[in-house]
């Protein structure tokens, strides 16, 4: 079984937003049927069953040797757990490993999390280690670790809005340091989606976020903007900059672009070079202009302080 994970156009609370969904080629379980795990007495049916992912981690580390870990390995195991029928799954699978200190239960949904905000300790990813809220946890009762959805439903690849051309697979990169293209942190764990052909990744919780499709920032522009995937050549009105890889949002009848990370900077700053407050404007008088703290040349079809 595999799986890719796609986004889609839905509405919520009367908006549109690109919604991570998982794309599933096959069944994780036999039809119309529903596997549970007790624990202390209580039942938690859940169809599909996932892996813990912390089993998955281990799973892809036993194979790789000392130069692999120098290197991304995509994951080639499935998030799903596979029907406990004879026949249903063979080799390659996590039940089929002799390791001892890999997890061979499903993972069990906490419902709790559905009704009260955990605490900032509660908050941490056995997978991802961010503590980043998440409104579904799973937990493993094998190894008593909790998960946020996302990491626990992390697809092979993903097909992301913001990086529409090359697919995002799921890798293990033992010595990565570098930050995510979303959130800007530093990505400290061993599963990860990356692109090889553009060096970028993400992380697992990152790269499941919807994404608006139309916003309304006032504050910005005075007209909806739409998000536009394709954003690799737009410049932004606002920060006269191209940034590739940062979410754009445009509005056609005003020919406006803006990245999403520029959106909300405030109309009226104070800075150290100037005793005067100084304020935004989205156009500039005609003429060679330069910056007073920088000294480069100022672009006049853009905005500046």
């Known amino acids: 079984m595999s799986s890719v994970g796609v986004f889609r156009k839905k509405v919520k609370d009367g908006k549109y937003f690109w919604v991570f969904t998982l794309a599933q080629t096959g069944n994780p379980t036999s039809s119309g049927e529903t596997l549970a795990i007790n624990s202390g007495g209580d039942d938690f049916p859940f169809q599909p069953l996932f892996f813990c992912p912390a ?25 799903h757990f596979p029907s406990t029928r004879s026949g249903d799954h063979k080799g390659g699978s996590l039940l089929d490993c002799d390791q001892h200190d890999i997890c061979k239960l499903p993972l069990v949904p906490l419902f709790w999390c559905n009704n009260k905000k955990p605490s ?3 908050l941490g990813c056995g997978a991802c280690g961010m503590a980043v809220f998440s409104r579904t946890y799973f937990a493993c009762l094998q190894c008593q670790n909790h998960f946020h959805k996302e990491c626990v439903q992390s697809p092979l690849e993903i097909k992301h809005p913001t990086h529409p ?5 799921l890798c293990s990169y033992i010595k990565y340091f570098k930050k995510c293209i979303r959130c800007g942190k530093f990505i400290s764990m ?3 989606y990356h692109c090889t052909t553009c060096d970028l990744s993400m992380h697992t919780v990152c790269a499941m976020r919807s994404i608006p499709f139309v916003l309304d920032h006032p504050k910005s522009h005075p007209h909806p903007l739409t998000f536009f995937p394709a954003q690799a050549s737009l410049v932004c009105s606002f920060c006269a900059m191209i940034k590739k890889l940062d979410p754009t949002y445009i509005c056609i009848e005003c020919v406006f672009v803006i990245h999403i990370d520029c959106m909300g900077f405030p109309h009226v700053i104070r800075i150290s070079r100037h ?16 910056c007073s703290a920088c000294h480069q040349r100022v672009d006049n079809d853009y905005g500046a302080y």
């Open 190 to 192: 061993d599963m990860l």
């Open 120 to 122: 900032f300790d509660e």
């Open 275 to 290: 005793h005067h407050r100084i304020s935004f404007t989205s156009s500039l008088l005609s003429g060679d202009l330069s």
């Open 55 to 79: 089993a998955r981690i281990k799973f892809q580390k036993l194979k790789l040797t000392e130069e692999d870990k120098k290197k991304f390995q995509p994951f080639n195991s499935s998030s």
């Open 165 to 169: 051309f090359h697919p995002l697979r």
